[in-house]
């Protein structure tokens, strides 16, 4: 089995080879601190282990009331993505399934999201044209979403070295918006890039799931982890994390500083360079995460608790 950073090192040289423009796909905010400052948190922490037991570890866990295979998935990526694989999409909604995690999808997406054929998680973005939300809300009703949800941490657009990405226009959406938004769907509904304590439990008081994140480091640079503002927060309702997260031990410590889940972003690019890479990627890190499991003697991933870290 290729270890992750195998991976990516040869999908690297793959797409490289292929002309793709790797720096929109990887790159950070200005000076990239973000993407530095993600890093050194995750490695701050350190794994206690427990190896007395007898220990055959599941990863099974849930979300939003389904079965998953493993509290890991694909973060939503945009339309950018497609210059590695045209049919990203459709790959990246067949390949979770076939490691029995539930797919992200970002925004815009040229696809006819009515013609994905299994379900799905939407995120869109926080347009200032609000018919339009509506409308892409009501797509997603007539589709085979399984919850629809927006980037919050977009309203000032994605920003790559120096270039504002701003997909024709967005805004920061206030609590009363984001709620009447929430309130029009009968689809759950999820709030993308919280990166406070406030906006937490803000966003926690009319969602179904909320992920803590600095979008890997592409709004703004100088932000927190987001394990930083994890830590401080009393979960309220389905809590991910992303940015950053690339081992099983990086999952391990988001779930012991109390995530449900966890999303992983650029790995699912390199991932695209390879027939299958997506499926493969995940198994890689679930595979990890398990053998961690077996010496810090959690048999469940719902067991996994602050008491496994030092942080
Ligand atoms: C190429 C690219 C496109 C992205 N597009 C979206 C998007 O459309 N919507 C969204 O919510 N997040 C988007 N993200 C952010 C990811 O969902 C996720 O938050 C981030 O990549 C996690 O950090 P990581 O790449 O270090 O794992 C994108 C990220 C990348 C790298």
């Known amino acids: 089995m290729r270890s992750v950073d195998e991976i990516i090192g040869e999908a690297r040289e793959i797409l490289s080879r292929k002309?793709?423009?790797?720096?929109?796909?990887?790159?950070?905010?200005?000076?990239?601190?973000?993407?530095?400052?993600n890093r050194e948190v995750l490695d701050s922490i350190g794994i206690?282990?427990?190896?007395?037991?007898?220990?055959?570890?599941?990863?099974?866990?849930?979300?939003?009331?389904?079965?998953?295979?493993?509290?890991?998935?694909?973060?939503?990526?945009s339309g950018l993505v497609k210059s590695v694989d045209a049919r990203c999409?459709?790959?990246?909604?067949?390949?979770?399934?076939?490691?029995?995690?539930?797919?992200?999808?970002?925004?815009?997406?040229?696809?006819?999201?009515?013609?994905?054929?299994?379900?799905?998680?939407?995120?869109?973005k926080p347009m200032k044209d609000r018919d339009k939300i509506y409308q892409e809300i009501e797509r997603a009703e007539k589709s085979k979403a399984l919850a629809v949800g927006i980037d919050i941490d977009s309203a000032a657009g994605i920003k790559v070295g120096k270039s504002v990405i701003a997909y024709g226009g967005m805004k920061a959406l206030s609590k009363k918006e984001l709620e009447d938004i929430a309130s029009t769907t009968k689809l759950p509904f999820i709030v993308k890039g919280v990166l406070s304590e406030k906006d937490y439990y803000d966003a926690s008081s009319f969602s179904d799931a909320v992920v803590i994140s600095n979008h890997g480091g592409r709004v703004i640079?100088?932000?927190?982890?987001?394990?930083?503002?994890?830590a401080n927060v009393e979960k309220v309702v389905e809590t991910g994390v992303d940015s950053g997260f690339r081992y099983g031990s990086d999952v391990l410590k988001a779930l012991a500083l109390n995530a449900d889940f966890?999303?992983?972003?650029?790995?699912?690019v390199y991932a695209l360079a390879f027939e299958n890479g997506l499926k493969e990627i995940l198994e890689v890190i679930g595979e990890e995460l398990k053998r961690i499991m077996v010496l810090t003697g959690?048999?469940?991933?719902?067991?996994?608790?602050?008491?496994?870290?030092?942080f």
């Open 221 to 230: 640079d100088s932000a927190v982890s987001p394990l930083e503002i994890l």
């Open 262 to 268: 966890v999303l992983i972003g650029r790995p699912v």
């Open 89 to 124: 999409f459709h790959r990246i909604i067949k390949e979770s399934w076939d490691a029995g995690v539930v797919p992200w999808i970002g925004y815009p997406i040229q696809d006819d999201v009515e013609s994905f054929e299994q379900p799905f998680v939407w995120i869109i």
């Open 298 to 310: 959690f048999k469940e991933v719902g067991e996994i608790n602050r008491e496994a870290v030092i």
């Open 19 to 37: 002309g793709v423009n790797l720096s929109i796909l990887e790159g950070g905010t200005e000076r990239g601190l973000t993407i530095l400052r």
């Open 48 to 77: 206690k282990m427990r190896v007395i037991g007898d220990i055959e570890p599941s990863l099974s866990s849930k979300f939003l009331g389904r079965k998953i295979s493993m509290p890991v998935m694909p973060a939503p990526l």
